[in-house]
C-alpha cells in the first residue's frame, strides 16, 4: 500500500490553487484492520460543506 508523506491544502484564488494553506507530514504510520466507529467521521455542526 501507499501512502502519501505529506498532504498540503491550499487557498484558492479564482477558483484555482493559490497558497499554501496547511501542510500535514505523516510520521510512525501504522495500518490495522479495526473497523473505526463511524461516528468519528460525522462533520460538526459548524462545518461547512463545500461542492
Known amino acids: 500500500m501507499r501512502l502519501p ?3 498540503i491544502w491550499y487557498s484558492t484564488k ?6 499554501v494553506r496547511k501542510e500535514l507530514t505523516f ?3 501504522t ?3 479495526t ?3 463511524e461516528r468519528i467521521f460525522i462533520a460538526p ?3 461547512e460543506t463545500i461542492n
Open 14 to 19: 479564482d477558483g484555482k490553487p493559490f497558497e
Open 35 to 37: 473497523v473505526l466507529n
Open 5 to 7: 508523506k505529506t498532504l
Open 27 to 29: 510520521k510512525n504510520v
Open 45 to 47: 455542526k459548524n462545518a
Open 31 to 33: 495500518i490495522s484492520e
